[in-house]
């Protein structure tokens, strides 16, 4: 066991030492980061913020994983995300209970999400095609569902989900958590992460293999569909508004790169859930650190994509050895030439 | 349902207004963007208001975001022989051929909102918008009035980088703080003018000003943004209004129902009634023919609480934004 985990720490290694360098960076430019307290019982620093604030992309991340392991891509998380939030939202204020609201929400990112299966599953188009079309259309839905408008509302319950807190964590971070745990346990504890590794590699192959590759995107689309679902519950909740315009904005772009970043291919096949979570506290802790680091805006950006672009090099470099850039890069050799003249 | 309520009124003003739609004695073509914004709906619904009111025939085309849609709008209305065209231009190059077919026709067009780059400026009779920097201003001097010479820490909530209302109101807010050197700007960062922003970056502040202990006040280029900072500050175990002074711009409803709650403390208003001005100078060309100034500009009105917030929330609620 402490063999297993010495490997995964091994592997995990570049990640957590970004980790490590931004919370560092983090803290030089604010020396508070790491303060905490207790406020009107909830924990309340920095450092819960990186949490908090990342727990939609982590929950996105989740389900981004599933998808791009099986050597698909879903884009319409976000605009799923604004649905879910207009359906919570507009149901709320029309006086359905607390638990039809939620089912009807995440009902809706199941939907989209099979549909998105639908067509890349069974019709076989490709997934980045596929799932553009339910970004582009899927706001649109959600400004119809909300009219326009930003619908503010007030119910207790559903505002839980965004700034309530249980043991002195904030609720948005315990649904991480669990929304992890327990895709992790369905994954590993069955053959459902090996089917879906497999269907990334070679679908063909696995599907002469006996996988049923069809219901296994249905399902893995669904199950991405409903984590968008639950961000986008947890993101209107927070500003207690579903916002069709602005929820869940870029954000799928912001799950790819956390999936990336935790050294998933987008070429499919071997995956980890776990390290895409920590790509998305990596994505979080740095935009947390450009916040209070007193830059001004207009560096936000340029910020952002030199940090990236340091951790993937790092990632790459740790691969493949340092050396490696060094070396020519392969030529040809005779015996292809030959068979192409 | 509120789609049913809303036919069943648009029948109902049809009705009544019909005697006076076919005396009108002016018609006016309006190429709206679309409703991109509740501001935008908002100024489509106070059009009519306005058009109503004063007894003139407006027919709106809603352009759904793109050019060539107000393009095909305007000879539309050039066809139909209206007796003006009101113009809320997408972007601010490319119009110069399709309003040079407008002044063939005689037919003078009116902007609303905003302005078009052109090297014939008889191309259009005069515009109608809102000065960004004068709003920034006026939110400036209203807190160099409130802290009356006290110290004052402010914590700004920056709109998109680059787009041309936060730059302008930025600029016009430090125009305004400038004479009073007890107020100084201590950060800055966008909010990308929505409430999720808004929150999180008003949490960092928070965590960097010594947990919202040396801000004293937050300036928002919108009040969305500030209805989302609003929220970080309750979170902070702090009192918005009153431990740190709101002020923020547009006057959405929802500012109203923070400033009736003492959550806010003022707002500039972003009239959505730009039709109005354009009706009274068209008036006055087709009565005097004396054309107006090139620009007329809209009221930046200063809300605060004393205004009774929960008045003027219930007045702009209905009106889609």
């Not at chain 1, 596929?130 to 970004?135: E, G, H, S």
């Not at chain 1, 209107?236 to 772009?253: F, Q, T």
């Not at chain 2, 963007?33 to 109503?52: F, H, N, P, Q, Y």
């Amino acid at each position: 066991m402490s063999r297993m985990l010495m490997a995964g720490l091994t592997r995990a290694a570049p990640q957590l030492i970004c980790l490590a360098v931004i919370l560092l960076l983090n803290w030089l430019a604010f020396p508070g980061f790491f303060d905490m307290r207790i406020q009107d019982g909830r924990i309340f620093g920095s450092v819960v913020d990186v949490l908090n604030r990342g727990a939609p992309v982590v929950i996105l991340a989740v389900g981004m994983t599933a998808v791009i392991a099986s050597k698909g891509v879903d884009l319409s998380v976000g605009a799923v995300m604004a649905m879910a939030g207009a359906v919570a939202a507009t149901m709320t204020v029309a006086g359905y209970p607390l638990l039809v609201v939620l089912l009807a929400a995440l009902g809706t990112g199941v939907l989209c999400g099979l549909w998105n299966g639908l067509l890349v599953g069974f019709f076989d188009l490709q997934p980045i095609v596929a799932t553009l079309i339910l970004m582009v259309a899927g706001r649109g839905i959600a400004q119809l569902i909300t009219e326009g408008t930003i619908v503010t509302f007030i119910d207790p319950g559903l505002i839980f989900f965004g700034t309530g807190s249980f043991f002195w964590i904030p609720m948005p971070v315990i649904l991480a958590v669990l929304v992890t745990a327990m895709a992790v346990l369905l994954v590993r504890r069955t053959a459902l992460g090996l089917l879906i590794e497999s269907l990334g590699v070679n679908r063909s192959a696995s599907s002469y293999a006996g996988v049923n590759s069809r219901l296994l995107l249905l399902l893995i689309y669904a199950f991405c569909g409903l984590c968008a679902a639950l961000a986008g519950i947890i993101v209107s909740a927070d500003i207690r508004g579903a916002d069709a315009n602005n929820a869940g904005l870029w954000l799928e772009l912001d799950a790819i790169l956390a999936v990336v970043i935790g050294g998933t291919s987008l070429l499919g096949g071997r995956f980890s859930i776990v390290m895409s979570v920590l790509g998305a506290i990596i994505i979080q802790a740095m935009n947390t650190g450009i916040l209070i680091s007193g830059f001004p805006p207009e560096y936000n950006l340029i910020l952002k994509a030199g940090v990236i672009i340091m951790i993937l090099l790092a990632q790459s470099l740790s691969r493949t050895g340092f050396l490696h850039v060094l070396r020519p890069a392969p030529t040809q050799t005779a015996e292809a030439k030959v068979k192409r003249a | 349902m509120t789609f049913m309520k809303r036919i069943l009124l648009g029948t109902a003003a049809a009705a009544a207004f019909a005697g006076t739609a076919a005396a009108a004695d002016l018609t006016v073509g309006f190429s709206q963007i679309g409703s991109e914004s509740g501001w935008r709906a908002a100024e489509t619904s106070v059009s009519k208001l306005e058009a109503e009111k004063r007894g003139i025939d407006l027919k709106i085309a809603d352009a759904q975001q793109k050019q060539e849609n107000q393009i095909k709008a305007i000879r539309g209305f050039v066809a139909q022989g209206v007796d003006a065209i009101f113009l809320a231009p997408v972007v601010a190059t490319g119009w110069d051929t399709v309003l040079e077919e407008a002044k063939d026709a005689e037919i003078p067009v009116i902007l609303l909102d905003r302005t078009i780059e052109t090297s014939d400026d008889s191309l259009y009779l005069t515009a109608v918008t809102s000065d960004t920097v004068h709003e920034g201003k006026v939110a400036g001097d209203w807190l160099v009035k409130t802290v009356a010479g006290k110290p004052c820490n402010v914590v700004e909530l920056q709109g998109t980088v680059g787009s041309s209302p936060a730059i302008n109101r930025k600029k016009g807010f430090e125009d305004g703080i400038a004479s009073a050197s007890n107020i100084k700007i201590t950060r800055s960062q966008t909010g990308d003018f929505t409430r999720a922003k808004g929150k999180e970056v008003m949490e960092g502040f928070l965590k960097a000003e010594g947990g919202g202990k040396d801000i004293c006040a937050l300036y928002a280029h919108n009040d969305d943004m500030a209805v989302g900072a609003i929220q970080a500050i309750k979170e902070a175990g702090l009192k918005p209004g009153t431990d740190i002074l709101v002020v923020s711009i547009d006057a959405v409803p929802d500012i109203f129902k923070a400033m009736a709650d003492g959550e806010a403390n003022a707002t500039v208003e972003l009239t959505p009634n730009m039709a109005g001005p354009a009706f009274d100078a068209l008036k006055a060309f087709k009565d005097s023919g004396k054309a107006p100034e090139k620009w007329i500009q809209t009221e930046s009105k200063l809300y605060t609480q004393a205004d009774d917030p929960m008045k003027v929330y219930e007045e702009k609620k209905g009106l889609g934004y």
